[in-house]
């Protein structure tokens, strides 16, 4: 209920209409399940000097799919001087923000993964275009997921899905990454073939690339990760019989990461700038049988523990110690706390970052070092100044 509480206020205190000094009043809250957001004056030019803001709110439970049909600003390198910006919720965290964009090349759809969006469009004093056309609508099936990690379901989940549903997500994440898909829970309706409710993956954005695969039934499918940035997931079902669904999570690879030399260093996305918002990240530090590893956190500066709870419920990094979420919980932190340094009981150590949909920081720099166990005398010394990279003590 306080989280609820939260988001609701956010999005109260969030939204203010814009009345520039030009005198054009521009933006507003839009909450029909569909409709179009066009630049003042569209299709003429726009005028200097003016910033507009419209929060989209849509059902709860569903996205926003928002798609444009006509782009052209002025052009910046940086988009310095006139841009438009998407954020995926609301426009106050920097750590929602989904792209910032201007020149005449348009931006790709992009769907919410909740059911809050928001558009700012901004122009300075010189040199204006046409401007830009946008349509949205409320999209439960489907859509075009760009964040470092997020969530898919069917439509409904965890009731049971609908008849004759056809629902298409595309996953693209940066071009240097690539994408792994996890399902959490799978519950389809079970065939032979799978040829009348199921799931298929594809190794790219269109059915024409490789197909990973096609599950129906109970059982989980396997992790799958791509070759590119880019994944297709394909869900169907046929006139009768359903199930509960199913609901996955992807990561990117800036958003996942298997660690195995001895002793590394990795850092929460974008680090030390702020992490993104509404993300789930692991990082799996996996050594040769026999060794454990030691693990610090130089730095660490996240949302604050929840004041009623004095819990972190909002954003926090967790370890476990082991190679999956169940596996015992080595400690939870959040806020700005010093953690201790941890050590492994075997050769596997699971860090997740889990971030909500507001309030975003610097993250967090983390350092791991392995050392065999049984420790050999020569490997554990009791002086510092003269311990081993690989050393745990």
């Keep these: 209920?306080?989280?609820?509480?939260?988001?609701?206020?956010l999005l109260t205190v969030h939204f203010r209409s814009y009345s520039p000094s030009s005198g054009v009043k521009c933006g507003g809250i839009l909450?029909?399940?569909?409709?179009?957001?066009?630049?003042?004056?569209?299709?003429?030019i726009y005028p200097y000097n003016i910033e507009c803001a419209w929060l989209i709110v849509v059902a709860e439970g569903s996205s926003v799919l928002l798609t444009f049909h006509h782009f052209e600003l002025e052009y910046h390198a940086d988009c310095a001087y006139d841009y438009i910006k998407i954020y995926n919720g609301i426009s106050e965290d920097e750590g929602n923000l989904l792209g910032k964009f201007c020149g005449d090349i348009t931006p790709p759809q992009f769907t919410s993964s909740w059911n809050v969006m928001s558009i700012i469009f901004h122009s300075d004093r010189h040199v204006t275009h046409s401007g830009f056309s946008v349509g949205y609508r409320k999209d439960m099936c489907?859509?075009?997921?760009?964040?470092?990690?997020?969530?898919?379901?069917?439509?409904?989940?965890?009731h049971e899905y609908s008849n004759n549903a056809d629902c298409s997500?595309?996953?693209?994440?940066?071009n240097s990454s690539v994408v792994t898909l996890v399902f959490l829970d799978f519950q389809l309706e079970n065939n032979e073939g799978c040829n009348f409710d199921?799931?298929?993956?594809?190794?790219?954005?269109t059915t024409k690339h490789q197909h990973l695969g096609n599950y129906c039934g109970s059982e989980r499918p396997p992790d799958t990760m791509t070759t590119s940035n880019k994944l297709l997931v394909i869900f169907k079902s046929d006139f009768n019989i359903g199930g509960r669904?199913?609901?996955?999570?992807?990561?990117?690879?800036?958003?996942?990461q298997i660690l195995t030399s001895i002793s590394g260093n990795f850092t929460s996305p974008h680090f030390p700038n702020i992490y993104p918002n509404n993300i789930n990240c692991h990082w799996t530090v996996t050594l040769s049988a026999g060794y454990r590893i030691k693990l610090f956190f130089p730095s660490m500066e996240l949302e604050d523990r929840n004041s009623l709870t004095d819990t972190c419920d909002y954003d926090f990094v967790?370890?476990?110690?082991?190679?999956?979420?169940?596996?015992?919980l080595l400690g939870q932190w959040c806020g700005s706390e010093e953690p201790p340094s941890v050590v492994s009981k075997g050769n596997?150590?699971?860090?997740?970052?889990?971030?909500?949909?507001?309030?975003a920081f610097r993250g967090f720099a983390a350092s791991y070092v392995g050392g065999e166990w049984p420790p050999r005398s020569s490997q554990w010394p009791t002086s510092t100044s003269s311990r081993p990279r690989n050393a745990i003590d």
């Excluded at 909450?31 to 003429?44: E, I, L, R, T």
């Excluded at 990690?149 to 409904?156: A, K, L, W």
């Excluded at 997500?169 to 940066?174: A, D, E, G, L, M």
């Design 198 to 205: 199921f799931v298929a993956l594809f190794d790219g954005p």
């Design 31 to 44: 909450s029909a399940p569909m409709g179009n957001v066009s630049s003042p004056n569209f299709p003429g």
């Design 245 to 256: 669904g199913f609901k996955a999570y992807y990561y990117s690879g800036e958003c996942q």
């Design 169 to 174: 997500w595309t996953v693209q994440v940066s």
């Design 318 to 328: 967790a370890v476990h110690d082991g190679g999956s979420e169940t596996d015992p």
């Design 142 to 158: 489907g859509g075009v997921l760009t964040g470092l990690s997020g969530i898919i379901s069917s439509p409904g989940y965890p």
């Design 348 to 359: 596997k150590l699971l860090v997740i970052l889990s971030t909500d949909r507001n309030f």
């Design 1 to 9: 209920i306080v989280h609820y509480m939260k988001n609701c206020l």
